[in-house]
């Protein structure tokens, strides 16, 4: 029976405000997502387990530890220092490998990417429930509790590198899940389905042969994250030919959007995959209000369907996805449909 994940302290995050085109606009990445996905499952019928504390160790095997004393700490030294209620950069380096700063307005560029990934005084709590969310869930499947898991993460994780975060992400959750695959299969697949490039999880396995990285998100060109997502990155030194983008025109919907997945799905297939996590945003429906792809609801149901198909153990990690009519019902076809086609998952005991 498949399991959900989840933390209360999740909700605790919420960075209120970012700025878009010059203004401040209220932060879409708000708690309530959480909830709305949370009656998806429960329609599902699925058990909703609350994970355990793994520590630090899980998420130091992704980033480093000076980032991580970051997101510890800068909140109250930027309180301390007369700042306001969140920790939002205005300068950024040219490049990190210079001396580490040590202002808070240096630390503060230095590792936040751009200005819609401030820090509050919960975000640290949040952010690591999430991690530990994406933990649980990967544990239970590699340590043969079932087929697949799903962990409902939030914030998501994509957007964040090693030492870096950007886009509503601090943690990234799909990589840390994939690196505790790993230490019992050989080769993981992550296939992120999010509307945006999964740009944090393409670099922090960009050298390396054993995760296969795959991403299907709106041109780069034309959408967030502006600077990576094109289809000639392929990787670099023995990670060449390890990651795969399949950048799509805005405004694109099931037919294209399914046309890159089956492409995607053959790539997981010839690499070999014994396990794949899937960085499950839903934000490329067509009622999301980023507006950049127009996928259906019954192109979620087919999106479920084929990745089921790969009958991988699988573990499905929440990315992005806002508030729109159809939010829940997304999760809920993706989940039913990848619970008919993935061989020894069953979603629940019985219809409820
Ligand atoms: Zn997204």
Redesign the pocket.
Known sequence: MMRAYFSDDQLRHHGKTFIVAGEKKPIPEVPERAEILRTAIARLGLEVCTPSDAGMAPIAAIHDTRYLDFLQTIYPEWIAAGGSELVIPNIHPFDRNGPYPRHHAGKAGFHLGDTSCPISETTWQSAYASSQTAISAARHVRDGGAQSAYALCRPPGHHASSNLAGGFCYLNNSAIAAQELREKYDRVAILDV???HGNGTQHIFYERPDVLTLSIHADPMDFYPFFWGNAEEIGAKDGVGFNKNYPLALGSGDTEFLAALDRAITAIADFGADAVVVAL?L?ASRDDP?GGLTVSPDGFSKIGEKIGTLSCPTVIVQ??GYVSVTLAENLYQFLSAFGVTNKNTTLSEGPK
């Open positions: 999010d509307l945006h945003g934000d980023f990315e992005g």
